[in-house]
């Protein structure tokens, strides 16, 4: 019985693979650890019937907790590659890539197209390739030049901003012109940075409030903090 009971929790761990944040929000998650915590005090009470009958039970809402977990991981992933390829047709779209660049924008409008109906059909697995099939379409495109500012001075630091419908990310932040001026960049950024991730193999939980440093790339010097409120004026 004990070891019925050992094997339900090794199960329940397993949805390790999934966030924290995904183990609270999931339901069977919870029912499994209800019903664990009430096989292990039948167990203890001698009740080994009803200690088997509640083991199982918890074992299969265990199952459906990983299956339900792993979607939801699989669907943060496809929701952020989504966000890239939006991010990389917006950008085709200002450098004109339709008549730069037609076979490759034609190509990249047709998976991004299949991205989204994929997404919406919750296929995310298909839909995180078509996303990436975008991305690769689009990658030639020449990127936006870093402008030269007073003093040739650009910011060493940039502190992650909470901006309503356009989330903060190392694409996004390596495409500002006072970072890189290109999103195929954002590695550098993430490789620079990723010892202050909550997770580092994954580049996508930042926060905002984060400091990143800002690596020079062609030898530009750089000095202090990125300040929005200083470049508006």
């Keep these: 019985?004990?070891?019925?009971?050992v094997t339900i929790l090794f199960a329940l761990l397993a949805t390790g693979m999934a966030s924290a944040q995904n183990l609270l929000d999931n339901d069977a998650y919870k029912k499994a650890v209800q019903l664990?915590?009430?096989a292990q005090q039948a167990l203890s009470s001698g009740n080994f019937d009803q200690a088997q009958q509640l083991s199982s039970q918890s074992e299969v809402y265990a199952k459906q907790a990983v299956e339900l977990a792993q979607q939801m991981a699989l669907g943060y992933r496809a929701t952020n590659w989504l966000d890239r390829a939006k991010e990389r047709i917006a950008y085709a779209e200002s450098v004109k890539a339709a008549d730069r660049f037609p076979q490759d924008w034609n190509s990249a409008q047709k998976d991004f197209a299949d991205a989204q109906q994929?997404?919406?059909?919750?296929?995310?697995?298909?839909s995180i390739s078509a996303?990436?099939?975008?991305?690769?379409a689009l990658a030639r495109l020449t990127p936006v030049p870093v402008p030269v500012v007073a003093a040739n001075v650009l910011p060493e630091y940039y502190k992650v901003r909470l901006i309503p419908n356009r989330r903060d990310c190392f694409w996004r932040i390596a495409e500002y012109p006072f970072v890189y001026g290109d999103p195929l960049k954002w590695k550098i950024l993430y490789e620079a940075?990723?010892?202050?991730?909550?997770?580092p193999n994954n580049p996508n939980l930042i926060q905002p409030g984060m400091v990143f440093t800002i690596p020079p790339v062609n030898g530009e010097k750089r000095s202090g903090t990125y300040n929005p409120d200083a470049a508006k004026k």
Excluded: G
């Design 118 to 126: 994929s997404y919406t059909a919750k296929k995310f697995e298909n």
């Design 36 to 38: 664990r915590d009430q």
């Design 131 to 136: 996303s990436q099939a975008v991305v690769a």
């Design 193 to 199: 940075n990723r010892k202050l991730l909550q997770d």
């Design 1 to 5: 019985m004990k070891r019925i009971l």
